[in-house]
């Protein structure tokens, strides 16, 4: 399978890249960046034989059948559908888009050429996250009555436009990616938040029907914290969610999940790599530790894709009708923040 990766920077470099290259049934063909200079180190730190400045001649030269998408989410729109109506299945990276209908164009164009369209949520491959899907759809939890979140992440200086914390190895983001909300589509909420709305809704297999929202700071145009509440759509529980942006340093990013339901309730705790569920009679079980690592695997998305392009199912955790409803509930969240109150998911945009 040929495959090109479209406006490769930092976080390229340091995990589609070395992905797709790393698959002895990926040919790597052509790798794009409006930077000259940069894009020409890239292509020959990875052997790409052809290093282009415009997107659109990287694809229509080449003939891609996969396509990794690795531009600011400004760009994602026209370079996704572009390359869904060339025939690749793609990847794009999160936020998936600006706004929701931005999001509900791409995935249409996915549907409509019979492509895979993944995002990159790549959290929903990590060991102590398909523990906990796993355990929910065995029936441990029961019903749903109560979701506790939290996410801190080492972005506060990426927001600002300083260090990225190391995530793309030596190469640095340009700033605007972060810090540019025209360019971004926000600040931690789009940034961070986008990776915890899409998980909690696959772990739960729920859609979130409303929510409430603050920020930190407020009115700002890259907020560094957010809390949230939130209703599900086809059940009656709630969902505390909060997003916090640290300082740099390089501990990987902290995931706090409890659920509580009929059944019994879950502890999802990263840092320690521990994942625990009580039963509603006591009994206490503590997973193994290959079931409960909260490591994180830069390429599982690439990995992904390359296994949609040989023909598997797009895995739900990172398809794009998860990926528009993502993006439905920011918009829904930044409104809330905005009015003061709940709304709707879906009623933004």
């Known amino acids: 399978m040929r495959a090109a990766v479209l406006s490769a920077g930092a976080w390229s470099r340091s995990s589609h890249l070395p992905a797709l290259v790393a698959d002895p049934r990926v040919d790597l063909v052509a790798v794009s960046s409006p930077a000259a200079e940069q894009v020409g180190e890239i292509a020959a730190e990875f052997g790409v034989p052809r290093a282009e400045t415009d997107w659109r001649t990287a694809l229509a030269e080449t003939e891609p059948e996969i396509v990794v998408v690795s531009s600011p989410p400004v760009a994602h729109e026209e370079q996704v559908v572009a390359a869904l109506e060339a025939g690749a299945h793609v990847l794009v990276e999160k936020p998936f888009a600006l706004e929701s209908g931005a999001a509900r164009r791409m995935h249409e164009a996915a549907v409509s050429a019979d492509r895979a369209l993944l995002i990159g949520f790549g959290w929903s491959a990590a060991p102590a996250f398909v523990t906990a899907r796993r355990l929910v759809e065995e029936g441990e939890i029961g019903e749903l009555e109560h979701l506790m979140n939290h996410l801190a992440v080492n972005t506060r200086a990426l927001l600002g436009g300083a260090t990225d914390g190391g995530w793309g190895g030596t190469a640095a983001s ?44 407020q009115r700002a145009d890259i907020e560094l914290h957010v809390v949230a509440a939130a209703s599900f759509s086809s059940c009656a529980g709630s969902a505390a969610l909060s997003c916090a942006s640290t300082h740099p340093y390089l501990a990987r990013p902290q995931w706090h999940l409890a659920m509580y339901g009929s059944a019994g309730q879950l502890w999802v705790d990263s840092v320690r790599d521990e994942v625990r569920l009580v039963r509603a009679d006591g009994t206490v079980v503590d997973l193994p530790p290959e079931q409960s690592s909260g490591v994180y695997d830069a390429g599982a998305p690439t990995k992904a894709l390359i296994e949609c392009a040989f023909g598997a199912p797009a895995p739900e955790g990172m398809a794009s009708e998860l990926g528009l409803h993502v993006v439905e509930t920011t918009d829904a969240l930044y409104r809330s923040a905005e009015v003061g109150g709940p709304v709707q998911v879906g009623a933004v945009g």
Do not use: C, K, N
């Open 174 to 217: 340009t700033p605007s990616t972060y810090t540019d909300r025209r360019v971004s589509g926000g600040g931690a909420a789009a940034v961070s938040m986008s990776h915890q709305l899409g998980l909690v809704s696959w772990i739960t297999g729920e859609r979130f029907d409303d929510v409430t929202a603050m920020l930190y700071p």
